[in-house]
């Protein structure tokens, strides 16, 4: 998904259309209601990074930055 969406940032970007991908760990919502939620945040916190993310121009924004090694492990 996140390939896809970070594709899709740089095909779009010469129309002047931005495509951000945020991915942040979990947020305090009835979707995050399993017995494992690493960096349990709440939703005020995600909306600022939300905020933050869009007001820039980032194509991928990671939070918290202990995340990313995780994240690239994964891909």
Do not use: C
């Not at 010469?14 to 709440?42: C, E, H, W, Y």
């Not at 869009?54 to 939070?63: F, N, P, Q």
């Amino acid at each position: 998904m996140s390939a896809y969406f970070e594709a899709l940032a740089l095909a779009v970007r010469p129309s002047g259309v931005r495509v951000t991908n945020i991915r942040f760990g979990f947020v305090d919502t009835k979707m995050a209601q399993g017995p494992f939620r690493p960096f349990l945040r709440s939703t005020d916190w995600a909306v600022k990074i939300v905020v933050r993310a869009l007001s820039g121009k980032a194509i991928r924004v990671t939070w918290p930055h202990r995340l990313v090694p995780l994240v690239k492990l994964l891909r």
